[in-house]
Nanobody, 115 residues
Framework: QVQLVESGGGLVQPGGSLRLSCAGS????????MGWYRQAPGKERLLVAA???????NYADSVKGRFTISRDNAKNTVYLQINSLEPEDTAVYYCNIRPPRDDYWGQGTQVTVSS
């Protein structure tokens, strides 16, 4: 059974930074494009960043220049470095393959940006 476990969220002030991590099984990381998604209260879940197995990345316009996705295939882990956090970044952040599979969603990690 595939399991993705997100961690690293928290409460930060505007302008702060966080590094999110997502650990999963080797079977996923060896094959798939990985993505970070987020879901703000009352809104749909959206892709914010994705990375191919060889490290090519793309980002949603709203996070370009502030978010950096990376992966360590040896550790079966994908990361999301979030800088210059804004209140609008408040959401639950999830990782999944791209396109996502319903049975791969984990619990996510809460990021709250507030002064």
């Amino acid at each position: 059974q595939v399991q993705l476990v997100e961690s690293g969220g928290g409460l930060v002030q505007p302008g702060g930074s966080l590094r999110l991590s997502c650990a999963g099984s080797r079977s996923i990381f060896a094959i798939y494009v990985m993505g970070w998604y987020r879901q703000a209260p009352g809104k749909e879940r959206l892709l914010v960043a994705a990375i191919t197995r060889d490290g090519r990345t793309n980002y949603a316009d709203s996070v370009k220049g502030r978010f950096t996705i990376s992966r360590d295939n040896a550790k079966n882990t994908v990361y999301l470095q979030i800088n210059s956090l804004e209140p609008e970044d408040t959401a639950v952040y999830y990782c999944n393959i791209r396109p996502p599979r319903d049975d791969y969603w984990g619990q996510g990690t809460q990021v709250t940006v507030s002064s």
